[in-house]
């Protein structure tokens, strides 16, 4: 009896201790509000090349940085700005620029590395957009 008593309270013990654990691995996503985060939609840049692709929510949520570490000093807060500049190019980046501010492979990886991380290229481009590469639509 004693031993049926003591296997029971154990088990009630370890199967306390899994449900706790497990309770503990569930995150609650924070709801996006642009206004704190910026746009939710990705921004998409199609000068001097097409397409790079900039999403908020990675740089705002996710390095926890907030509008005025890139606004208005790296980019003017409208959207569109930026790409209008004459100097809106890959070596203007790399000398410290625009994402270059930031992305100068100490703070976060360099310009001139990770290409794909942010320019998902003429298909890739379609395929945000729900287009076939000839400019279709697709299914």
């Given amino acids: 009896m004693k031993k049926i008593l003591l296997l029971l309270v154990l ?3 370890l199967l ?3 449900l706790l654990s497990a309770s503990g691995d569930v995150a ?17 840049w199609t000068k001097p090349v097409k397409s790079v692709v900039f999403d908020h929510k990675i740089h705002t949520m996710g390095a926890e ?3 005025d570490s890139c606004h208005d000093d790296l980019f003017e807060m409208e959207a569109g700005v930026a790409e209008e500049n004459e100097d809106f190019t890959m070596d203007t ?3 410290g620029g625009y994402c ?3 992305h100068d492979g100490s ?5 001139n590395t990770r290409c794909t991380a942010c320019h998902i290229g003429v298909r890739g481009h379609a395929r945000l ?4 590469a000839d400019g279709g639509k697709s299914h």
């Fill in 28 to 44: 609650v996503e924070e709801e996006y509000d642009e206004d704190t985060y910026g746009p939710e939609d990705p921004i998409v």
């Fill in 16 to 18: 306390s201790g899994a």
């Fill in 65 to 67: 940085l907030d509008c």
């Fill in 129 to 132: 957009l729900g287009e076939t």
């Fill in 107 to 111: 703070t976060a990886f360099a310009s």
């Fill in 93 to 95: 980046l790399y000398e």
């Fill in 11 to 13: 088990g009630v013990f």
């Fill in 100 to 102: 270059g501010g930031c």
